[in-house]
């Protein structure tokens, strides 16, 4: 039994060893031109480190990124290629390296080399200082001022004023975690950029630290103006979720009551016209409105409950994968 014990304490140490100190992760999605230099750059950079790997996910490419993310991961010890179905976005990618992600820290970066792989080292070290996220704000981005600077400051602005996190630079994609910090998050749509709201709603301590950042010198962006429109939908998803989520019907069910209210008091002024003073109230538009605020009240509180149900629905369904894997090359480390 004790010597049980010591043979499984010494495998889990075995185990222990093996895993890495530090997993990269890349979403990746038709970019062919950069995906050589950039596994060699991010390299470059972590050789001073214990142990590392960099995951790369493939999102669904249609170029020849996947050939070149097959031969390099069948070439290389350090890195990883995971291969989705097809193309699902950078959040679902990104939540398929999180996945397979085995170290203790975490660093997310862009695919294109916008982002510098030479900055990673001083976000670990902030990280170590004792935070639990650390995001990177690129002080001087170089994207079009009108399509992307712009839309993106206004898009910081509301998202520090809606939830409390005062980052510069919510859009940055280079950013380390503690890896328990992400291990039970469940990220959709775009919910990868407001992982330090997420976090901080957690209890996270988070820093933010000045990072480089290079125009895009191959291929092209995969965005345009239309996914400010998308973020702002997510951002009131996650104002939804910190405020509302958990009781839905408190936030529809006070305004009903209220409508209702209000319908009554209404109701009740126009009936002492009527039966006390003799007034016809026919024509009142107060008539409409009292009317109109019960039965919005009624539908108000049946919506509350609805949504109440959705909500419940929504926490239980939690565990559906939002992507599908379809290869995975290379050493993945004491996967079960
Ligand atoms: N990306 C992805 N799936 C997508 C769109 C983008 O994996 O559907 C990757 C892309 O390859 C890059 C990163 O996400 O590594 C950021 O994309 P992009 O550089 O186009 O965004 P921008 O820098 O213009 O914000
Ligand atoms: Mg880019």
Same mark, same amino acid.
């Given at each position: 039994m004790e010597k049980q014990l010591i043979c499984s304490l010494s495998d889990d140490l075995k185990q222990l060893k093996k895993l890495p100190e530090i997993s990269i992760v890349v979403p990746i999605y038709n970019e062919e031109e950069t995906l050589i230099k950039l596994v060699k750059n991010i390299a470059n950079y972590l050789v001073n480190y214990s142990s590392y790997e960099i995951i790369c996910v493939d999102?669904?490419?249609?170029?020849?990124t996947t050939e070149i993310l097959k031969r390099l991961a069948k070439e290389r010890h350090d890195l990883i290629g995971i291969i989705l179905r097809r193309n699902y976005g950078q959040t679902p990618a990104m939540a398929a390296g999180f996945e397979y992600a085995k170290g203790q820290i975490i660093v997310t970066l862009d695919g294109? &080399?916008?982002?510098?792989?030479?900055?990673i080292p001083q976000l670990i070290a902030k990280l170590n200082e004792g935070y639990d996220l650390v995001s990177g704000w690129r002080k001087n981005r170089q994207d079009d001022t009108l399509t992307r600077l712009l839309p993106s400051k206004i898009a910081n602005w509301i998202i520090a004023k809606v939830t409390g996190v005062n980052l510069h630079d919510y859009g940055c994609s280079l950013k380390a975690y503690r890896a328990e910090l992400i291990a039970d998050m469940n990220l959709y749509g775009e919910l990868h950029r407001f992982l330090p709201a997420l976090a901080y709603i957690e209890g996270a301590r988070i820093a933010e630290i000045p990072v480089g950042h290079h125009p895009r010198r191959y291929g092209k962006s995969?965005?345009?103006?239309g996914r400010t429109f998308r973020v702002i939908m997510d951002l009131l998803t996650v104002f939804f979720i910190k405020k509302? &989520?958990?009781?839905?019907m408190h936030v529809f069910g006070s305004f009903g009551l209220g409508s209702i209210l209000l319908g009554i008091l209404l109701g009740a002024y126009l009936t002492y016209l009527k039966?006390?003073?003799?007034?016809?109230?026919?024509?009142?538009?107060l008539l409409i409105l009292a009317v109109l605020l019960v039965l919005t009240g009624v539908q108000l509180l049946s919506f509350g409950l609805l949504a109440e149900l959705v909500m419940r629905t929504y926490h239980e369904s939690q565990?559906?994968?939002i992507y599908r894997v379809r290869e995975i090359i290379g050493k993945t480390l004491n996967r079960e």
């Open positions: 999102d669904g490419s249609q170029d020849g294109d &080399l916008q982002n510098d792989p030479a900055d995969k965005y345009g103006l509302f &989520l958990t009781r839905p039966l006390g003073l003799g007034e016809s109230i026919g024509q009142r538009p565990k559906r994968p």
